[in-house]
């Protein structure tokens, strides 16, 4: 233990300063990458993934939009047609957190999500040296324990390069906990929560407990309205932190069930608006979202491996009587250790599980951590370890935490490179939307938002995070309430008609190509991303061939009422894009273009039903 008491914070500032400094690689590689290309977009953790949808979710809250509101459909809560509840719109604390600080700078949701990412690193390290600071006390040891438990939670998730030396391809590098905004802006809450929940245990005075009980409790309720994952995991581990009070009494234990009590009662009372919410969620959001019903364990994941070696290494040192099991930082060490434990498996009771990977993620492989960092502590504090020994040993395990960190980071920040640059090179056809909007001449009649047909799903993807108009269809469109999984595949079913993709070429890219947002149209997330589901279904080739007839007759079919579902107002392709819009131009009247960047923008408008062109003619006019 340092014999400096007030430099203690120091070691935990060059602990966060090390994550903080991990955490801005990423985009200082993009922005030096792209050079005087940079159009002001976010780098993108592994590439896309859901990041896009937050930020589109933030860009609309910083526009003024409304707590339920879509940006991909461009549906928003009215008073004569309220919106249902969206995941977005029930856990909006972050989302506030980042468009309240985004308004008040002055800046747009992608700076926003580019100034999140330190501050995001800097809030969850502080948090975490403070946790393991008070449980430790020892300066040293906590900020060791913060960069070891910041960079190796992708390998205890069983990601990153742990996956790839293993054979398997990586789900997810880099830092796992700065995936933006969820977890990144809620993680740091769940640490505080978990602090003050450990001073409800040493405080002394009865009334000092009982203030920092309560404010235990409202940091719950922050994470309820947060993340779904921090905070069914917070209240897993409370339980179960109550539970090892009662069945090993350490000194004081009643006073502090007392505590632990008020904590419960607090987190309680929180769950009743967030229940209220939750029952106007939208129909298809359970399962859009994977809800699987099921009471089958799930025992074997590496978050749980793990915390099984921490818990047999607790074990031998309290045989050699080098630990206690009735001390209470030993207990609080297996609390954490039995948190995968029932998170993962707490579907065996409730019968529900909801993609179980992203407690594997963001939450079991950190607490396993955390537990290993107080088990080991028992043996650094042994007066037979010399200080210079220990000293060494604690700056060479932070030194190699820290590389692989780097690491995973440098190899992550490649693979996202090129899905970034995409995304970077469609903004400046955005901003030009936004700009139209702001003139106020393309909104409809009905005041409902103008819609963009894009041709590139990527940028259909990234499009809301920038400007306000609605999107046919993108990839993220499904995790919002705003269109039901039927309407969802209605829309891509529109998107692929207009853009001249036969159902022969849609096999041909489904089979060999793979390209971003397909599988995903046809089939959702669940089955197209592995792990989502506990219970993995692989896409058979007879529901591919299944999806292409239905696809098929569909386009057999359209006609005219079809195409004025959703009226599109616009269309963006890449300049270089020499696809056919025979289908398109059936239908819809669009204008010579205008080139903007490296796309080509559109204004178009719905022919009337006695005008519609035939194929035939549309040939004959772009051959003149």
């Known amino acids: 233990m340092s014999k400096e008491p007030k430099n203690r914070w120091r070691w935990g500032l060059i602990a966060t300063l090390s994550i903080v400094l991990l955490s801005l690689y990423p985009h200082f590689h993009f922005r030096i990458s792209r050079g005087s290309q940079w159009n002001g977009s976010y780098a993108a953790i592994e590439g896309v993934g859901d990041e896009v949808a937050y930020s589109a979710y933030v860009n609309a809250l910083i526009e003024g939009r409304p707590r339920r509101n879509d940006p991909y459909s461009g549906r928003d809560d009215e008073i004569r047609k309220q919106q249902p509840e969206s995941l977005f719109s029930i856990q909006f604390v972050p989302a506030y957190m980042v468009a309240v600080m985004a308004r ?46 910041l960079c190796l939670g992708t390998v205890v998730g069983g990601h990153g390069l742990l996956a790839f030396l293993f054979g398997a391809e990586p789900l997810y590098s880099y ?19 978990c602090a003050f929940v450990w001073m409800t245990l040493t405080l002394k005075r009865s ?37 090892l009070w009662l069945i090993a009494r350490p000194p004081d234990w009643q006073h502090h069930l007392k505590s632990l009590s008020i904590i419960v009662l607090v987190a309680l009372a929180t769950l009743i608006p967030f229940a209220a919410l939750y029952a106007h969620r939208a129909a298809g959001m359970d399962a859009v979202q994977a809800l699987e019903l099921s009471h089958w364990p799930d025992l074997f994941r590496l ?71 107080l088990v080991l502590a028992n043996g650094f504090r042994l007066p037979t370890i010399p200080a210079r020994t220990r000293s060494k040993a604690l700056v060479w395990v932070a030194i190699a935490a820290f590389e692989w960190g780097a690491y995973e980071t440098f190899v992550a920040t490649r693979r996202s490179m090129e899905l970034n640059r995409g995304l ?37 993807d990234g499009l809301p995070t920038n400007a306000p108009q609605a999107v046919l269809w993108a990839p ?25 993709i036969t159902p022969e070429r849609l ?20 089955r197209a991303i592995k792990g989502l589901s506990l219970n993995p279904k692989p896409i058979t080739s007879e529901e591919l061939e299944s999806e292409l ?29 020499v696809r056919s819009l025979s289908n398109l131009d059936r239908w819809y009247e669009r204008d010579k273009g205008e080139r903007v960047g490296n796309y080509t923008l559109y204004r178009i408008s719905l022919r009337a039903g006695d005008s519609v062109v035939d194929a035939q003619t549309i040939q004959s006019n772009l051959q003149r």
């Open 207 to 243: 009334l000092a407990a009982t203030l920092v009980a309560i404010l235990a409790g409202f940091v719950f309720g922050l994470l309820v309205f947060s993340y779904v994952y921090f905070w069914t995991a917070a209240a897993a581990w409370l339980v179960s932190l109550v539970c």
């Open 476 to 500: 993220h469109m499904l995790v919002y309430s705003g269109v039901s999984p039927a309407e969802s595949k209605e829309r891509f079913y529109q998107y692929l008609y207009y853009t001249g």
């Open 507 to 526: 096999r041909e890219i489904l089979r060999t190509e793979r390209q971003y947002g397909f599988v995903v149209g046809l089939f959702g997330f669940e």
């Open 549 to 577: 007839a239905e696809y098929r007759a569909y386009c057999a079919a359209f006609t005219h009422e079809r195409a004025a579902q959703t009226e599109l107002s616009y269309l963006i392709m890449p300049a270089d894009d």
């Open 175 to 193: 830092l796992m906990f700065l995936r933006r905004y969820q977890p990144a802006a809620s993680f740091p809450f769940f640490l505080v929560f």
């Open 303 to 373: 978050p749980e491996v793990f915390s099984i070696a921490i818990l047999f290494l607790l074990g031998v040192l309290a045989k050699r009587r080098l630990a206690s099991l009735r001390d209470p930082r030993n207990l609080f060490a297996i609390s954490f250790a039995l948190l995968p434990f029932l998170v993962f498996n707490q579907q065996v009771i409730s019968g529900r599980s909801l993609q179980p990977l992203h407690y594997e993620m963001f939450v079991a492989n950190y607490s396993a951590l955390i537990s290993l960092i």
């Open 424 to 460: 970077d090179e469609a903004r400046p056809v955005a901003l030009r939307l936004e700009a139209l909007a702001r003139q106020g001449n393309d909104r409809k009649e009905n005041h409902t938002r103008a819609t963009v047909l894009s041709s590139d799903l990527l940028s259909a």
């Open 104 to 149: 008040a700078m002055g800046i747009s949701a992608s700076t926003a999500f580019i100034l999140l990412t330190p501050l995001a690193a800097a809030a969850a390290s502080l948090a975490l040296f403070w946790l393991l600071l008070m449980t430790t006390g020892d300066d040293r040891l906590a900020a060791t324990g913060t960069i070891v438990i």
